[in-house]
């Protein structure tokens, strides 16, 4: 069946570095734009980045651009996030998530159950 | 980073309609991209409910139905159900921002 599972989460320093994974399976993964989306303890969904199916075409949330990148290996069905110069404020349960079409701003589908990631000294 | 505006809870007993509204503005829902509906059940992932402001995804109940007008966006439930109780999130795009933006979130309470 489709399915997206998140790794590498964990508890980290500030300033601190990690890179999550996400490894698809069950549908086309190079057809499909993918996002993170993550989310506060008690608070509600943040998008964070997209990038697209080829993996050419990346988007930032402002609050994350220049310390988090995303990338693809198609070749492997698995998505990457790679987290640096982490803060406080980024603790957050991580979702990585499939866009539905290949068409713009379309809704996500697919949804992983997600990766904790705790930023504290 | 711009966010839609919704009302933090609603509420309502077994078997009533509520609505959701989902507020935005001339950047996204206003710029004409379409919105989309998440329910959140405790502990668990977003689930998509809604896409391009009216179409369920199979196997969603036809309880559930949305709509979109101006720069708002709304979703209803009618025949509310002890189940329906979770969040409930809207999404869209900003053009200017190049952005996926969601809503504050809505928790639906079943009384």
């Known amino acids: 069946q489709v399915q997206l599972v998140e790794s590498g989460g964990g508890v980290v320093q500030p300033g601190w570095s990690l890179r999550l994974s996400c490894a698809a399976s069950?549908?086309?993964?190079?057809?499909?734009?993918m996002h993170w989306v993550r989310q506060a303890p008690g608070k509600g969904l943040e998008w964070v980045t997209i990038?697209?199916?080829?993996?050419?075409?990346?988007y930032d949330a402002d609050s994350v651009k220049g310390r988090f990148t995303v990338s693809r290996d198609n070749s492997k069905n698995t998505l990457y996030l790679q987290m640096n110069s982490l803060r406080a404020e980024d603790t957050a349960v991580y979702y990585c998530?499939?866009?539905?079409?290949?068409?713009?701003?379309?809704?996500?589908?697919?949804w992983g159950q997600g990766t904790m990631v705790t930023v504290s000294s | 980073q711009s966010v839609l505006t919704q009302p933090p809870s609603v509420s309502g007993a077994p078997g009533q309609r509520v609505t959701i509204s989902c507020t935005g503005s001339?950047?996204?829902?206003?710029?004409?991209?379409?919105v989309h509906w998440y329910q959140q059940l405790p502990g668990t992932a977003p689930k998509l409910l809604m896409y391009?402001?009216?179409n369920r995804p199979s196997g969603v109940p036809d309880r559930f139905s949305g709509s979109k007008s101006g720069t708002s966006a709304s979703l209803a439930i009618s025949g509310l159900q002890a189940e329906d109780e979770a969040d409930y999130y809207c999404?869209?795009?900003?053009?200017?921002?190049?952005?996926?933006?969601f809503g504050t979130g809505t928790k639906v309470t079943v009384l």
């Open positions: 999404q869209s795009y900003d053009a200017g921002l190049t952005a996926y933006v």
């Open positions: 391009d402001n009216t």
């Open positions: 998530a499939r866009e539905r079409t290949h068409h713009a701003a379309d809704a996500i589908d697919i």
């Open positions: 001339s950047s996204d829902i206003g710029a004409g991209y379409d």
């Open positions: 069950g549908f086309i993964f190079s057809r499909h734009a």
């Open positions: 990038i697209s199916s080829d993996g050419r075409t990346k």
